[in-house]
Nanobody, 114 residues
Framework: QVQVVESGGGLVQPGGSLRLSCTAS????????ASWHRQAPGKERELVAS????????RYADSVKGRFTLSRDNFNNAVVLQMNDLKPEDTAVYYC???????WGKGTLVTVSA
């Protein structure tokens, strides 16, 4: 079964960190472009970060540059979004996307609150 599944969301205080994982099954994740998106309540879904198949090119939204890092974990067939210095405005459901069969995950909730 082809799917991508997100994990690692939760509640964190401002300034804290979370590590989100997107694990693929049914295909080799490292061969495809991948990205993370987020959707806050009442807002449209936005692109957070992306990574090419080889991992050599990574792009970030201006709002997360310097705080978030996207990388590949090929051993676990996953991509990982390390999020540091989290802010309340980072609160959203985070979704993983892969160009293989235009696969979207169901999302993981990140809540940044004191």
């Amino acid at each position: 079964q082809v799917q991508v599944v997100e994990s690692g969301g939760g509640l964190v205080q401002p300034g804290g960190s979370l590590r989100l994982s997107c694990t693929a099954s049914g295909f080799t994740f490292s061969k495809y472009f991948a990205s993370w998106h987020r959707q806050a309540p009442g807002k449209e879904r936005e692109l957070v970060a992306s990574i090419t198949s080889g991992g050599e090119i990574r792009r970030y939204a201006d709002s997360v540059k310097g705080r978030f890092t996207l990388s590949r974990d090929n051993f676990n067939n996953a991509v990982v979004l390390q999020m540091n210095d989290l802010k309340p405005e980072d609160t959203a459901v985070y979704y993983c996307y892969c160009t293989y069969m235009s696969s979207w995950g169901k999302g993981t909730l990140v809540t940044v609150s004191a």
